[in-house]
Nanobody, 119 residues
């Protein structure tokens, strides 16, 4: 059974930092692209950051220079370091895994974790 479990969310003041973690089980991380998504209240879920199996990373413009995605394949962990947080970063954050090796296959979502940034 595949599970993605997020942790590290919470309440932080604007300008502060949080580090989200995603613990994956039941999959081999090295064969999956990993993403962080977020859903702001009243809006559709949006992609925030991507970590490919080749090591490249990508971000939406609004978090570039502030967020960093990383992974530890040996530990089956994915992280999102969030610095200089802004109130508009308040959202439920989700970990997402997409199998890409040997072929594109199944995808999986975590249950989500709340991040709240106060003024």
């Amino acid at each position: 059974q595949v599970q993605l479990v997020e942790s590290g969310g919470g309440l932080v003041q604007a300008g502060g930092s949080l580090r989200l973690s995603c613990a994956a089980s039941g999959i081999t991380l090295s064969t999956h692209e990993m993403y962080w998504y977020r859903q702001i209240a009243g809006r559709e879920r949006e992609w925030v950051a991507q970590s490919s199996i080749s090591g490249t990373t990508n971000y939406i413009d609004s978090v570039k220079g502030r967020f960093t995605i990383s992974r530890d394949n040996a530990k089956n962990m994915v992280y999102l370091q969030m610095d200089d947080l802004k109130p508009e970063d308040t959202a439920v954050y989700y970990c997402y895994a997409l199998q890409v090796e040997p072929t594109i296959g199944r995808s999986y979502w975590g249950q989500g974790i709340q991040v709240t940034v106060s003024l």
